[in-house]
Nanobody, 126 residues
């Protein structure tokens, strides 16, 4: 059961990045029916919710700080979730992690996610 986030990097303010979260192994069959989410943690700060998507992509939820700039999507056939980030700001700098929820809906609280993957660093230069 593995989740792996990728696609991070260094980008100038105003730029874009697309993160991917791939489920591998037997986790692919499990997480296809689960809601999934993105969280981030900046140095010295607590982990915060970024975006979530329901099992079939029909519902999404975003943190107010990223609404209108980030878009979450998923490809169930590829067992992959994406986070398209645009108009990036310096304050978006953080380690971004993906997670699979216990249920099939959208969830903003990290306690709803028992499965976590390793994160990917996003650094936005001002």
């Amino acid at each position: 059961v593995q989740l792996q986030a990728s696609g991070g990097g260094l980008v100038q303010a105003g730029g874009s990045l697309r993160l991917s979260c791939a489920a591998s192994g037997r986790s692919g069959r499990i997480f296809s029916n689960n809601g999934m989410g993105w969280f981030r943690q900046a140095p010295g700060k607590e982990r915060e919710f970024v975006a979530a998507i329901s099992w079939n992509g029909g519902y999404t939820q975003y943190a107010d700080s990223v609404k209108g700039r980030f878009t979450v999507s998923r490809d169930r056939a590829r067992n992959t979730m994406y986070l398209q980030m645009s108009s990036l700001k310096f304050e978006d700098t953080a380690v971004y992690s993906c997670a699979a929820a216990r249920g099939s809906a959208v969830y903003a609280n990290p306690e709803s996610y028992p499965h976590w993957g390793l994160g990917t660093q996003v650094t936005v230069s001002s």
